[in-house]
T-cell receptor, first 115, second 113 residues
């Protein structure tokens, strides 16, 4: 149980285009989902906290207009990188928390490369 | 403020030797503590966690960790390293259900044959 999926696993796009990444909790309802960014050989950097049915809470320094987060249902959150640039290339990981629990279950990550 | 310190960004052990990965935290309230493992180009997999109760917790793949409040530590151990244990290990702390995690900077474990 507690499986989280991400799609796509890898995406290459041209500079200026937008990319949508999906995060799904497959066998539980996630009232809260988190989006992280990870640079090579570094720890995870929290970008935003996403609660179902409400606006995401962004961490300081994360542009909410560039990284659009939608948590439309209890099993799906999406991160859209708008007008992507090469510096947005990174590994993006989501996690999900079951209501009333303390454990975050992580997706397998999405590798984004912007050319 | 909450923070997590992982001493040693790189640890190398011989196959069959003891694995010890260190994690210290600072917290003003009782913490929830976690260890995750990450293999290359993959997400994080939960190894074990401490929330309440027994301070020695056992996880998957033969790993265990002990919560020591007096030392504010939650070190991860495994009696005998296996080649498949080579990965990146992250310690994390949180305080409330569904709340954000504070991660350590990670420890890369290398297992020498």
């Amino acid at each position: 149980g507690a499986v989280v999926s991400q799609h796509p696993s890898r995406v290459i796009c041209k500079s200026g285009t937008s990319v949508k990444i999906e995060c799904r909790s497959l066998d539980f309802q996630a009232t809260t989902m988190f989006w992280y960014r990870q640079f090579p050989k570094q720890s995870l950097m929290l970008m935003a906290t996403s609660n179902e049915g409400s606006k995401a809470t962004y961490e300081q320094g994360v542009e909410k207009d560039k990284f659009l987060i939608n948590h439309a249902s209890l099993t799906l959150s999406t991160l859209t990188v708008t007008s992507a640039h090469p510096e947005d290339s990174s590994f993006y990981i989501c996690s999900a928390v079951h209501s009333g629990e303390e454990t975050q279950y992580f997706g397998p990550g999405t590798r984004l490369l912007v050319l | 403020a909450q923070s997590v310190t992982q001493l040693g960004s790189h640890v190398s052990v011989s196959e069959g030797a003891l694995v010890l990965l260190r994690c210290n935290y600072s917290s003003s309230v009782p913490p929830y503590l976690f260890w995750y493992v990450q293999y290359p180009n993959q997400g994080l997999q939960l190894l074990l966690k401490y929330t309440t109760g027994a301070t020695l917790v056992k996880g998957i793949n033969g790993f265990e960790a002990e919560f020591k409040k007096s030392e504010t530590s939650f070190h991860l151990t495994k009696p005998s390293a296996h080649m498949s244990d080579a990965a990146e290990y992250f310690c994390a702390v949180s305080h409330f259900t569904g709340n954000q995690f504070y991660f350590g900077t990670g420890t890369s474990l290398t297992v020498i044959p």
